[in-house]
């Protein structure tokens, strides 16, 4: 039996117009970087990954999957809560301004236009057709369409644990920050759909969104009930993104309640030190992507953040996503000591008997090398039992469309990588996290 420990199955209601509109954070953009900054290539990608969302729901994600894999498997999709990842809760947000919205919003069609004219045949057309249905929109209200999202996340999971209640195990996603919203808090939401016999196997989160590991709600309150005690006593399973890429909140300035990571001190430091009203300024904006991702990682997902949370929780059932991401990864496999992010996942996997980490989205990587051969070959082997036992296989799909990896491809380059050990990573190790019986 095949687990995949780690893909997301977000539907139509997740993708279509929702993960387009993010508009406080397109006003101070010129329209012309739109058509430097972006490939044909790159445009392609992302219109492939929103086809999957648009074209199929969470159990025709799940099939689409099950047939690629070609055989029967588990799945363990991540919900992801994106409530305040273009707002802030705690601070007002800048007045748009709406002409240049429009301008901005012409421009960015116009250049998803032009990519797809670039294809030919049957793919132009499926592209061009999709294209029809998701054009750029942006909301120039102020209704925070990802409060909806949250609940339909939900509803889509908990029908798709009923269909096959014994091949997914969701996990749920929700933001410290909301803990207000909620007639008993965030952790009164996390009891109420997390546990033994309820939808969601454990729980999904991703600080670079704009929290710290260390929230109060998370790490410690005045009641003594925390998400992490809770979890620790219950023993629920908890995946959080810990790597420098991906994706991240968008905002400039955000209210950061915890620590934080400070790069000039190279230590965790309480966000208070820094700013007297816990408003952390960032240098990097949406045009400069990469580095916008990377800089909010470092500062609320730096792996020194984490051994904090396992300091105060060493048992801690937790799953380090990505091993600090392929870069990372190729930089610790060539023997760099730039890749320092996984080698502190490493060490917190050693140290901590219930601390894991997974392979999803581990991708080419050409400058230094990274491949699944060499990573089994410089990275795992040389690893003690200790941590081999605790890495785990995922394919992070639908993601893997932004870099062009076909899924049943990217299987079986770890197969062919692994060999005898594929078992261990796919099967043995995540069965052992989840802690569920086959």
Same mark, same amino acid.
């Given at each position: 039996m095949l687990i995949d420990i780690h893909c997301h199955l977000f539907s139509k209601e997740m993708i279509a117009e929702e993960f387009l509109r993010i508009s406080n954070n397109f006003k101070d953009i010129?329209?012309? #970087? &739109?058509?430097?900054? @972006? !490939?044909?290539?790159?445009? +392609?990608?992302?219109? #492939? @990954? &929103?086809?999957?969302? =648009?074209d199929d729901d969470c159990y025709e994600l799940y !099939?689409? =999957?099950k047939n690629s894999y070609g055989q029967d498997f588990i799945a363990v999709p991540l919900m992801l809560d994106l409530t305040y990842a273009s707002v802030s809760p705690f601070l007002e947000n800048d007045e748009e301004n709406e002409e240049? +919205?429009? %301008? &901005? %919003?012409? !421009? &960015?069609? $116009?250049? *998803?236009?032009?990519?797809i004219k670039s294809l030919s045949g049957a793919k132009s057309s499926k592209m061009l057709n999709l294209f029809e249905k998701i054009q750029f929109k942006l909301d120039l209200g102020k209704k925070n369409i990802f409060k909806d999202n949250y609940e339909i996340q939900i509803q889509d999971f908990e029908a798709l644990k009923e269909a096959l209640p014994d091949r997914v195990y969701p996990f749920f996603s929700i933001d410290p920050r909301r803990d207000s919203e909620f007639?008993?808090? *965030?952790?009164? $939401? +996390?009891k109420k759909h997390v546990g033994k016999n309820k939808t969601f196997a454990g729980l999904k989160l991703y600080t670079a969104l704009g929290y710290s590991p260390t929230d109060p709600v998370l790490f410690d309150n005045s009641k003594g009930q925390s998400v992490y005690s809770w979890c620790q006593r219950h023993d629920i399973p908890i995946t959080v993104h810990c790597g420098y890429s991906g994706f991240s909140h968008t905002l400039k300035r955000n209210v950061v309640h915890g620590d934080i990571y400070y790069p000039p001190a190279g230590q965790v430091i309480p966000m208070k030190h820094l700013s007297e009203d816990n408003v952390l300024e960032y240098q990097y904006g949406i045009f400069d992507f990469d580095e916008m991702v990377k800089e909010? #990682? +470092?500062y609320l997902n730096h792996p020194k953040l984490w051994r904090k949370v396992l300091?105060?929780?060493?048992?801690?059932?937790i799953n380090f996503a990505h091993m600090g991401g392929n870069r990372q990864v190729a930089k610790y496999a060539n023997g760099l000591d730039t890749g320092y992010w996984t080698k502190e996942i490493l060490s917190l996997v050693y140290d901590y008997k219930n601390a894991y980490t997974d392979l999803s989205f581990m991708t080419p990587v050409e400058s230094p090398r990274l491949n699944q051969e060499i990573f089994y070959e410089k990275v795992y082997s040389n690893l003690p039992n200790k941590i081999k036992k605790k890495i785990m296989w995922g394919s992070d799909f639908f993601m893997l469309d932004l870099a062009e990896t076909d899924l049943s491809?990217?299987?079986?380059? @770890?197969? %062919?990588? @692994?060999g005898k050990d594929f078992k261990r990573i796919s099967y043995e190790n995540p069965k052992r996290f989840l802690r569920i019986k086959i």
């Amino acid at each position: 039996m095949l687990i995949d420990i780690h893909c997301h199955l977000f539907s139509k209601e997740m993708i279509a117009e929702e993960f387009l509109r993010i508009s406080n954070n397109f006003k101070d953009i010129n329209p012309e #970087q &739109i058509s430097k900054r @972006f !490939s044909n290539a790159d445009v +392609i990608n992302v219109l #492939q @990954f &929103i086809s999957h969302g =648009m074209d199929d729901d969470c159990y025709e994600l799940y !099939s689409h =999957m099950k047939n690629s894999y070609g055989q029967d498997f588990i799945a363990v999709p991540l919900m992801l809560d994106l409530t305040y990842a273009s707002v802030s809760p705690f601070l007002e947000n800048d007045e748009e301004n709406e002409e240049k +919205i429009k %301008t &901005i %919003t012409r !421009s &960015i069609n $116009e250049k *998803v236009l032009k990519a797809i004219k670039s294809l030919s045949g049957a793919k132009s057309s499926k592209m061009l057709n999709l294209f029809e249905k998701i054009q750029f929109k942006l909301d120039l209200g102020k209704k925070n369409i990802f409060k909806d999202n949250y609940e339909i996340q939900i509803q889509d999971f908990e029908a798709l644990k009923e269909a096959l209640p014994d091949r997914v195990y969701p996990f749920f996603s929700i933001d410290p920050r909301r803990d207000s919203e909620f007639k008993h808090g *965030v952790l009164g $939401e +996390i009891k109420k759909h997390v546990g033994k016999n309820k939808t969601f196997a454990g729980l999904k989160l991703y600080t670079a969104l704009g929290y710290s590991p260390t929230d109060p709600v998370l790490f410690d309150n005045s009641k003594g009930q925390s998400v992490y005690s809770w979890c620790q006593r219950h023993d629920i399973p908890i995946t959080v993104h810990c790597g420098y890429s991906g994706f991240s909140h968008t905002l400039k300035r955000n209210v950061v309640h915890g620590d934080i990571y400070y790069p000039p001190a190279g230590q965790v430091i309480p966000m208070k030190h820094l700013s007297e009203d816990n408003v952390l300024e960032y240098q990097y904006g949406i045009f400069d992507f990469d580095e916008m991702v990377k800089e909010r #990682q +470092i500062y609320l997902n730096h792996p020194k953040l984490w051994r904090k949370v396992l300091e105060k929780y060493p048992r801690l059932r937790i799953n380090f996503a990505h091993m600090g991401g392929n870069r990372q990864v190729a930089k610790y496999a060539n023997g760099l000591d730039t890749g320092y992010w996984t080698k502190e996942i490493l060490s917190l996997v050693y140290d901590y008997k219930n601390a894991y980490t997974d392979l999803s989205f581990m991708t080419p990587v050409e400058s230094p090398r990274l491949n699944q051969e060499i990573f089994y070959e410089k990275v795992y082997s040389n690893l003690p039992n200790k941590i081999k036992k605790k890495i785990m296989w995922g394919s992070d799909f639908f993601m893997l469309d932004l870099a062009e990896t076909d899924l049943s491809r990217y299987l079986n380059q @770890f197969k %062919t990588a @692994f060999g005898k050990d594929f078992k261990r990573i796919s099967y043995e190790n995540p069965k052992r996290f989840l802690r569920i019986k086959i």
